[in-house]
């Protein structure tokens, strides 16, 4: 438990809705790089808006706040194996979201 709180005092948590902006395509040097970047955080937050909230959750609590599914599943109150489950679905639902929105604006 003292690990889990040292853990936690370094890792710095930031809410999901602010993780798009660490990526700036305007300070990438190349304009056409850019302009890519752009277009696949929108397209990522978008696939991730259209997610259920349990699912926005568990994606905030995994990469947002760097928690593994141990510390997941105490937050959520689930199983374990629940969450490595939820959260495989998850990244293969977004996946696919993500795939059929790039297909849709090309």
């Not at 696939?47 to 141990?70: M, S």
Request: proline content about 6%.
């Amino acid at each position: 438990m003292v690990d889990f709180y040292r853990r936690g005092s370094r890792a710095q948590a930031i809410p999901l809705e602010h993780a798009w902006n660490l990526a700036d395509p305007e300070t990438a040097h190349d304009p056409e790089q850019a302009l890519v970047q752009s277009e696949t955080l929108d397209q990522l937050r978008t696939a991730v808006e259209h997610l259920p909230a349990p699912q926005r959750e568990l994606l905030h609590l995994r990469f947002a706040e760097g928690l593994r599914c141990p510390q997941i599943a105490t937050r959520m109150g689930k199983r374990e194996g629940a969450v490595r489950i939820m959260l495989v679905r998850t990244l293969k639902t977004l996946r696919g979201m993500y795939h059929a929105n790039r297909e849709e604006h090309r």
